[in-house]
Each structure stands twice: as C-alpha cells, then as structure tokens.
C-alpha cells in the first residue's frame, strides 16, 4: 500500500494527483489551511477508494513568524510517518546537519 502526503490539499492540482492514487487504495494524510476544505478532500478520496489515512491543518499566514519562534510546537510545518523505523537511523539531527552545512 502507498502511503502519499499532501501539502496543500485543498489545491486543485493536489486533489487531481490525489486521484490517481484514490484507485490504488493508497492512504492519504492530508495537509492543509482549511479544516472543513481538507475534510472535503478526505471524502471524496475515500468515495474513490482511497483507504483512511490522518489529516492536519496549519496556517502560518497570520503569524509566519512562528516558524522561527516556536518550529517544535506551533510552527510546525509536516508531520511524517515511516514504517521502517530503521531508516530514521539515517537521518541527521541538528548538531550534524549544522556540521554538514557548516563545512
């Protein structure tokens, strides 16, 4: 089964891919502004076959500065599930990144 992410659901490119992996029985998780928008999304994928995957919504276009202020809490931009947990072995944390970038 594909599990697909989707920032800006609501966006109608968004909804139109979404589609084409609705009749895959793929499993969504939905991002968006609008609650209600993003709700709308996730019924129609689950009419075309897509199987129930989790929504969230965010909208930093009032207070952007909350990526910066609070990037762990509020600021948030994407929440991502894995289903190998040993590929987060993989992954960087701060410390390593800024080395990395650093030179």
């Not at 089964?1 to 939905?30: D, P």
């Not at 709700?39 to 009419?47: F, I, K, P, T, W």
């Not at 994407?78 to 947990?85: R, Y």
Request: hydrophobic share 50%.
């Amino acid at each position: 089964m594909k599990r697909i992410v989707i920032f800006g659901a609501t966006s109608a490119i968004a909804q139109a891919l979404a589609r084409g992996y609705a009749a895959e029985h793929a499993r969504f998780f939905l991002i968006g502004r609008n609650a209600e928008r993003v709700a709308s999304v996730e019924a129609d994928l689950a009419v075309r076959g897509a199987q129930a995957g989790a929504t969230a919504t965010a909208d930093l276009t009032d207070m952007p500065q909350r990526l910066n202020d609070d990037p762990y809490g509020e600021g948030w931009l994407c929440v991502i599930h894995v289903e190998d947990a040993g590929q987060l072995d993989q992954l960087l944390d701060a410390a390593a990144y800024r080395a990395l970038i650093d030179g």
